[in-house]
DNA sequence: TATTATATTTAGCCTATGCTAACATGTCAA
DNA sequence: TTGACATGTTAGCATAGGCTAAATATAATA
């Protein structure tokens, strides 16, 4: 079935943390999402199953390349519509805390006008 | 505690069908929304218990004072985002779609910056 | 190596919000 | 007035996705 909100923010947070360090480990998802440990355990379990998370390796979460495909999508969704709403005017913070809710809700369809309006207007 | 994207729906619904029918019962808001009669009946009871629905009248649903200005803000936001989807070149039936899921994770200082983005556009 | 600290998992609770099945209550027409 | 259809409610199930407490694993240090 589709990934949630939930799954798109782990996800997510998987892929930021894998470019600012060697290895993630599910504690440190638990601490950069202020979930707890258990929660975060659990949801490791179903992107596994999911296929979006290798199975192998010690205890470094690693995205499958359909993992990473996913979360690259979520995360350029996260940047752009941040970007989009600073140039609107609004305050750095609230920028992020919107794009980080929207970005999950925004089609394909919808997410590349911005984009295209976006491109229309720094030129 | 704070309405979700759920009871949002709920006050949505029952504003705009109270705007086309001089009364709407449970039974309408279940046929527009698709959902089930029982579902619809204890959301009901919820939105009775925030205050957001008067409890009175027969079974004719009728917001609060409170309950019409959520639900006034929340339409004004399907309203307006769908405008400016359909303004960057998206189809009315995504921009619909799309802005019905945005419009109760924007926060109202994009919200606001949005529209203001708008009227500038439509001078 | 043995002990302690850190990580992960298991078990099970809770809330929100959809559902069906079954029951209750109208309301209206024969 | 009564039977039938419409409407509403009750009871209880399911899923998603948080949580804590407690048990395991794993790692690091005395």
Redesign the interface.
């Known amino acids: 079935m589709a990934l949630q909100e939930s799954g798109e923010m782990y996800l997510e947070t998987i892929y930021v943390l894998s470019q600012q360090k060697a290895a993630v480990r599910s504690v440190d998802v638990a601490d950069y999402m202020n979930f707890s440990k258990p929660s975060v355990s659990r949801a490791m379990g179903l992107l596994r199953d999911e296929g979006l998370l290798k199975k192998d390796t010690g205890n470094d979460l690693k995205l499958t390349e359909a993992g990473e495909i996913l979360a690259k999508r979520i995360y350029e969704r996260h940047t752009v519509l941040t970007t989009l709403?600073i140039n609107?005017?609004?305050?750095e913070e609230?920028?992020a805390?919107?794009a980080c809710?929207?970005e999950h809700?925004?089609?394909d369809?919808?997410f590349d006008?911005?984009k295209?309006?976006m491109m229309k207007c720094n030129k």
Request: hydrophobic content about 40%.
């Open positions: 709403f609107l005017g609004v305050d609230t920028a805390e919107d809710r929207i809700y925004i089609s369809k919808t006008a911005v295209r309006h």
